[in-house]
């Protein structure tokens, strides 16, 4: 069975960094895309990030340059290095499987505030 | 960037009665567009993908149609449980776009 489960989330005040992962089970991460998929409180869904499976990787405009999208295929979890973190990166962050995304964590929260 | 437009904002519906989700592309993206459920409080969950192929376990009532820069999720015979917000997605071309949403809601 498939499960993605992400964790790391938390306060952090602005300009600072913060660390999510996002461990798989069922398959192994490096075999597919990985992407992280953001929801700010109340709005719709930001795509951020992938990592194709050759390990080269992609960013939306508004995070490239600081986060930073990694895996370690020895503990088959994804990662997702943020810095110089924004209020307005508060939000849900989801990893998610493949594309189009077929398989979803339940996401963890990061909040972005002094 | 291709912006995805979904229409309506927000529907409302009787039991039983037929949906119909429109999401516009701004330009043509093949049949690259796929559609979420995100239901209160919980993960999206892929309905379908390539514009109209059923995603594993989706309930055959779920079904999309389209291509280029019109297309459409319908929901026949809507029930209780499909109460959600719907996102259609594309992945023709960076950056990955998602529409702004639309909320399906029980009359």
């Known amino acids: 069975e498939v499960q993605l489960v992400e964790s790391g989330g938390g306060l952090v005040q602005p300009g600072g960094s913060l660390r999510v992962s996002c461990a798989a089970s069922?398959?192994?991460?490096?075999?597919?895309?990985m992407n992280w998929v953001r929801q700010a409180p109340g709005k719709g869904l930001e795509w951020v990030s992938v990592?194709?499976?050759?390990?080269?990787?992609d960013y939306a405009d508004s995070v490239k340059g600081r986060f930073t999208i990694s895996r370690d295929d020895s503990q088959n979890t994804v990662y997702l290095q943020m810095n110089s973190l924004r209020p307005e990166d508060t939000a849900i962050y989801y990893c998610?499987?493949?594309?189009?995304?077929?398989?979803w964590g339940q996401g963890t929260l990061v909040t972005v505030s002094s | 960037e291709i912006v995805l437009t979904q229409s309506p904002d927000f529907q409302s519906v009787t039991p039983k009665e037929k949906v119909t989700i429109t999401c516009r592309a701004s330009?043509?993206?093949?049949?690259?567009l796929h559609w979420y459920q995100q239901k209160p409080d919980q993960s999206p969950k892929l309905l379908i993908k390539?514009?109209?192929q059923s995603f594993s376990g989706v309930p055959s009532r779920f079904s999309g149609s389209g291509s280029g820069t019109e297309f459409t999720l319908t929901i026949n015979s809507l029930e209780a449980e499909d109460v959600a917000t719907y996102y259609c997605?594309?992945?023709?071309?960076?950056?990955?776009?998602f529409g702004q949403g639309t909320k399906v809601e029980i009359k």
């Open positions: 998610a499987r493949d594309r189009p995304c077929g398989y």
């Open positions: 069922g398959f192994t991460v490096s075999s597919t895309y």
């Open positions: 990592m194709y499976t050759g390990g080269s990787t």
């Open positions: 330009q043509s993206i093949g049949t690259s």
């Open positions: 390539y514009a109209s």
């Open positions: 997605h594309q992945t023709i071309d960076l950056p990955w776009t």
